[in-house]
């Protein structure tokens, strides 16, 4: 198994991220890769879901800086979906939802 540790559209995400998540930056970068591997490997992802998996793990507890809440999934999902309207996946929704839920 290949171990992924750069990602577009996480390193992407996580940039923008980068002023809120301060000194838990690198710790949640690895955090969210860790998750996506695994998640990856689990699912036998295709390339569809490697990029659905990508979006969920990128959002799944940004929440907790974002939204400085330790609950965490909704304000992360809702995150999520609104990242998936502006890039025109809102076809996705359900799946990002679950995944993060």
């Known amino acids: 198994m290949t ?6 559209t996480i390193d ?5 991220w ?7 930056f690198l710790p949640y970068r690895n955090h969210v890769y860790r998750v996506f591997n695994l998640s ?4 036998s992802a295709t390339e ?16 907790i800086w974002m ?3 330790f609950d ?5 999902s809702r995150r999520a ?7 025109d996946r809102q076809d996705w929704s359900e799946s990002i939802h679950q995944i993060i839920d």
Do not use: M, W
């Open 3 to 8: 171990v992924v540790e750069t990602h577009e």
């Open 40 to 43: 990856c490997r689990l699912a």
């Open 48 to 63: 569809e879901d490697t990029e659905k998996l990508a979006i969920a793990a990128a959002f799944h507890d940004i929440g």
């Open 72 to 76: 965490y999934l909704e304000p992360s």
């Open 67 to 69: 939204d400085k809440t």
């Open 81 to 87: 979906l609104d990242y998936l309207e502006q890039v």
């Open 12 to 16: 992407r995400l996580l940039e923008q």
């Open 18 to 24: 980068r002023p809120n998540l301060g000194a838990d």
